[in-house]
């Protein structure tokens, strides 16, 4: 099992660019989601899906689109990339809404 | 509303015992769990409270009082690879059912 694998992992942006990150989970998991980490600070969820087709808005929704069109693959979409974006995204899994969460290793994004 | 605090920064010896605490402010959970970071590493998941009491794997033991709104993660016989990061995480009843981590404790350990 690879887990949860993203990619890219490192990426840099023109401000106004856009992107998407692409993260794949092989354990047959319902929950997905995608957190940002700035320095020094914790986890804030961005956005999160409770299975396929459905996605609900985290914390710090603004200026993040997602898509759930297969159940193992949970995109992030920025439109219109910010220097305020510059972050490491993770994204995880999880088989149920309790607890445990799988991360995948994180994109370095930054925005110039 | 939700917030949870935790010290920023804790430093100990190999083979001694250390505490990291969390509390929090939050109308209802479902339960209190913790992640370990390495730098430059995901989270990783150590423990899940969902009850008050004790839970122990191994060298980590977790803690929960719902009535103290408080928590904490217990480390013991400490080793090198224990330095990282440490979170504590509920998911709000009361914020959107969302996941709501908390700042993180940066455990030092030295030798």
């Known amino acids: 099992n690879a887990g949860v694998t993203q990619t890219p992992k490192f990426r840099v942006l023109k401000t106004g660019q856009s992107m998407t990150l692409l993260c794949a989970q092989d354990m047959n998991h319902e929950y997905m989601y995608w957190y940002r980490q700035d320095p020094g600070m914790g986890l804030r969820l961005i956005h999160y899906s409770v299975g396929e087709g459905t996605t609900a808005k985290g914390e710090v929704p603004d200026g993040y689109n997602v898509s759930r069109l297969k159940k193992q693959n949970f995109l992030l979409g920025l439109e219109s990339a910010a220097p305020s974006q510059t972050s490491v995204y993770f994204c995880?899994?999880?088989?149920?809404?309790?607890?445990?969460?799988?991360f995948g290793p994180g994109t370095r994004l930054t925005v110039t | 509303g939700q917030s949870l605090e935790q010290p920023s920064e804790v430093t100990a010896v190999e083979g001694a015992i250390v505490q990291i605490n969390c509390t929090y402010q939050t109308s209802g959970f479902y339960g209190l769990s913790w992640y370990q970071q390495h730098d430059g590493g995901a989270p990783t998941f150590l423990s899940y409270?969902?009850?008050?009491g004790l839970e122990e794997t191994g060298r980590f033991s977790s803690f929960l009082s719902r009535s103290d709104s408080y928590g904490y993660l217990l480390l013991q016989e400490l080793q090198m690879k224990d330095s990282a990061s440490y979170f504590c995480a509920v998911r709000d009843l009361g914020y959107g059912q969302n996941f709501v981590f908390g700042p993180g404790t940066r455990l030092s350990v030295l030798p």
């Open positions: 409270n969902a009850l008050d």
């Open positions: 995880a899994s999880s088989r149920d809404v309790t607890y445990e969460q799988y």
